[in-house]
């Protein structure tokens, strides 16, 4: 008879799909799969969740019993208490799916994360922070998302704002309103819409036509100018990068992390603007911390997962 | 024979004055002396600050033996691994006192914290911020200092830089130097200095004479203007809070804190900016944390004592 292996289920819920790994305590990811995102409002919706999971178990030749901990990463806010208090463009009742996980692995700790700082813990459990006992990860994307890591683990903030870096208000002078709302926030200028959207304003500016874009969220064709020498696109990188430089320094002033990773989608394009980041960054940096690495990050769209399940881990072993 | 009691030792390390707090672990104070800074670089430095102690005990009819910790707010940066690497304006052995410091009570944990994180910690302990397990601390003096505590601890930063709020890069148009070289930075609106400057420039573009003013950081006269409703006097509060009513909201998309708490000098006429503050707050905010209390700090200048005896404790039980 062997020793029970003990397993931990990391679920990243996004928008279209729960994607769902199943990993060992070590880190290593044992199983993968995914289900389309049900309403998860009622118990059609946690057996979707839960088949998904079986499924894996299934593939794994695991049992519900083997697991010990299900780390759930959700975009919304997840305060310090656990208790979701809104939502963003899911339906999740978390305490309902709470329970039919509790009923699935009777074993198991139950823990929600916000997505951006599942996705940091990730990349410090496998990733490109192993080892490090604090980070940043700047996710960029549609939107600039954050997960700040202090002593190995999530700020999640009293009301679950914790690595909000995306609204940041950096320009009090801001017209334009942000997707929330606010104005002047980070990703209206450093996030793959706000990359096109300075490359347009750039245009404009200057009277040029602008390339072909695939989409209004789409920065690559705009990275891809930039490869090209487009003096406009490298003005509107040259923006994202001013920003997005000026928004790490204040960070470094608040947490002081070992370093500041990137992720998301237009970490794909780092190569074009990471250069310039680093430089900006320094020039606002105080001394002491002008030298904090900004890397990317290498776990890729596996980050929610990884650190879903890490969250897990820690809270089965508190 | 009674029970030995278990005592720990806060010194607030400053410019002129050591000053020493002797505290049972419950938070209760029950002795306090001072003794003037030595350069704290030889034996002879090493001993005075070990005689204060050593009187300090006496009065309370304490033994060295009692004492399970020592903690040491100084004024510069503290890395999260206790590694001194840069001095302000004292003169300080770190590795030379400490080791004077475990001779002189061999039972203690010894460490040193930076004097704002300090007193953040202080008020955690006993303060206003008790009960809460997360702050952030804004000290208003003749700079803008900062501490920020997560999870019941002090977020030192990989660099030490942990709430080195004064120095957030506000405006990068900003032409004049902060005292550390940097541009634009917090503490050129907000500190007591700050609300001199902002005081200043506001008469000379206004053509007005300024009031008599006691020195170039002394905003108390400036304090007292707005109580009377000079309205130049009024513009350069308002100025002060909109810097920091946007500082704290970027702060809050960092670490979103229970609560912020203000000290320093200049948190004595909070009576005159604190509601304005509280508004710049809430507009600059997002929606989940806009309604994070601002509050005054309640253990003055005693803040540091008792941050540093707790910083110890927690070392000691660690």
């Not at 300075?198 to 100018?225: H, M, W």
């Not at 696109?233 to 002081?256: I, K, P, Q, W």
């Amino acid at each position: 008879m062997t020793e029970p292996r003990k397993l931990y289920v990391g679920l990243d819920v996004g928008g279209t799909s729960v994607k769902v790994g199943l990993f060992l305590q070590d880190g290593t990811l044992v199983g993968k799969g995914s289900v389309p995102t049900p309403p998860i409002v009622d118990e059609a919706g946690y057996s979707a969740v839960t088949n998904g999971i079986g499924q894996v178990l299934a593939e794994a030749d695991a049992t519900t019993a083997e697991v010990l901990g299900i780390g759930l990463a959700i975009p919304c806010p997840v305060p310090a208490d656990g208790i979701i208090r809104m939502q963003a463009n899911i339906q999740i009742d978390a305490p309902g799916l709470e329970a039919a996980l509790h009923a699935f692995c009777p074993q198991a700790a139950v823990k929600f994360v916000n997505d951006a700082n599942a996705a940091a813990m990730g990349e410090l459990w496998t990733g490109a922070a192993k080892g490090r006992t604090s980070l940043v990860f700047v996710t960029i994307g549609t939107g600039v998302g954050g997960g700040v890591v202090i002593d190995g683990k999530v700020v999640a903030g009293a009301f679950g704002a914790g690595g909000e870096i995306g609204h940041l208000r950096m320009n009090p002078n801001e017209e334009r309103a942000c997707g929330c709302g606010g104005k002047g926030h980070l990703e209206q200028y450093a996030s793959a819409t706000g990359v096109v959207s300075n490359y347009l304003a750039e245009c404009e500016a200057r009277g040029v036509e602008p390339i072909e874009l695939t989409g209004p969220s789409d920065s690559k064709d705009v990275f891809q100018a930039c490869r090209e020498g487009d003096e406009v696109a490298l003005a509107a990188m040259r923006t994202m990068a001013d920003y997005l430089g000026r928004a790490l320094s204040l960070v470094a002033n608040v947490v002081d992390p070992e370093l500041f990773l990137l992720g998301g989608g237009a970490s794909a394009s780092a190569d074009v603007y990471l250069e310039t980041l680093v430089e900006r960054y320094r020039a606002c940096a105080i001394n002491v911390n002008a030298d904090t690495p900004i890397e990317v990050a290498s776990l890729g769209n596996d980050a929610g997962i990884y650190g879903a399940a890490y969250v897990a881990l820690q809270a089965a072993e508190a």
